[in-house]
């Protein structure tokens, strides 16, 4: 057959992204297709973080390229469509910096930023994850490496960089790697800023496709300073569904909208029970849905609820993520979910936000 790009150009612009509904065409995301003999080689620029739909992407353009020649070869090549992260001064081979903060402390917002840095990096993507809790800084022990410090290294340019510790695949740095025990509690002002600045800019994070980042819970001048200072994608607030705690979840989100930061979601933490012998059963101990009331009242996006379960108190104590230790237990499904949601909300928050350049597909 005498293939032509038209034609191919035509169909793959009709595939729709699944996660933004919206077709390829109207993203502008076919950089370029070419065609070699029977080859086809088709290069696409996609929204990131593209790591759950890039497989299916892929093959719905094969798909195309087999239904207009069953003969012909294809090559399907996918890139980032933004890349706004390579200029900024700080932080600039992270692509996605996400905070996880929470109105009160108590509500489990370290236990789910840990599987959630986990959950993120069993979809591929390189994960790190920042323990800017000061005052309780929690992550060493929920991946085990509790007495650990960070290391320094000389770069080429003759900068001293510490290397973030590893564990379960990410990679951590934390204030309790560079305070001694009992130091947190008295820690204050000008020095809380330095030990906030070296975790940000003095650590080697190379590349990572997500920085998790957990903040002090509340929403005082700490909270603020951290948040103005690195420039987030966006905001996970956690909140548990009594009252008292969704109160609190309305200033966090008052905190991020003054700094111009978008909220990708709200996670209800520890949102029913569900007793082993009665797995139909679910028990709302601390009241039922008030963390998806305040995200509507707030036109906020709900990223799900997360059970209670003993299981996730024991394996933040052992220093392994229930993720991990416990891959398939209903909890695990409910934190991967959230880990779904929020590369989704990552995605849509790029999508609006981004400039779409003038494109012109190579003949």
């Known amino acids: ?88 001064k700080v932080l600039p081979t992270v692509k996605n910096i996400i905070a996880v903060s929470s109105g009160k402390g108590g509500v489990g917002k370290s236990s789910i930023a840990a599987n959630l840095a986990v959950s993120l990096s069993k979809t591929g993507a390189k994960v790190g994850i920042l323990d800017a809790d000061v005052y309780g800084p929690s992550q060493p022990t929920m991946f085990g490496n509790a007495g650990g410090k960070l290391e320094a290294e000389d770069n080429e340019s003759g900068d001293t960089k510490a290397i973030p510790l590893e564990a379960h695949g990410i990679k951590i740095a934390s204030m309790g790697y560079i305070m001694q025990d009992g130091q947190a509690a008295i820690v204050r002002g000008p020095m809380l800023a330095q030990y906030f600045t070296m975790l940000v800019e003095q650590v ?69 029970f569900t007793p082993p012998e009665l797995p139909e059963n679910k028990y709302y101990i601390f009241g039922n849905g008030g963390g ?13 609820e997360i059970p209670i379960d003993p299981a996730l108190r024991e394996a933040a104590d052992s220093g392994t993520p229930l993720v991990v230790s416990a891959p398939d237990s209903k909890q695990s499904e409910a934190l991967n979910a959230l880990a779904h949601n929020t590369i989704v909300g990552i995605r849509k928050h790029h999508h609006n936000n981004i400039v779409y350049p003038d494109m012109e597909i190579t003949m």
């Open 1 to 88: 057959m005498n293939l032509n790009t038209d034609i191919f150009s035509e169909k793959i612009g009709q595939i729709v992204d699944p996660d933004l509904d919206t077709t390829l065409a109207e993203l502008k995301a076919i950089k370029n297709i070419s065609i070699d003999g029977d080859k086809v080689k088709v290069e696409l620029e996609l929204i990131q973080p593209f790591h759950l739909i890039a497989d299916s992407i892929k093959e719905a353009c094969e798909g195309v390229i087999a239904e207009v020649d069953p003969a012909a070869k294809s090559e399907i090549v996918i890139s980032d469509q933004n890349r706004d992260y390579v200029t900024r």
């Open 292 to 304: 998806k009331k305040v995200a509507e009242k707030n036109s906020v996006a709900f990223l799900g």
């Open 204 to 272: 080697k994070w190379d590349d990572l496709d997500y920085l998790v980042l957990d903040l002090p819970p509340g929403t005082g001048d700490i909270q603020l300073t951290m948040t103005q200072k690195i420039p987030l994608t966006g905001a996970v607030i956690i909140t548990t569904p009594q009252e008292i705690a969704v109160v609190d979840v309305r200033r966090s989100i008052a905190m991020f909208q003054k700094v111009n930061v978008d909220i990708l979601g709200i996670v209800e933490n520890m949102s029913y």
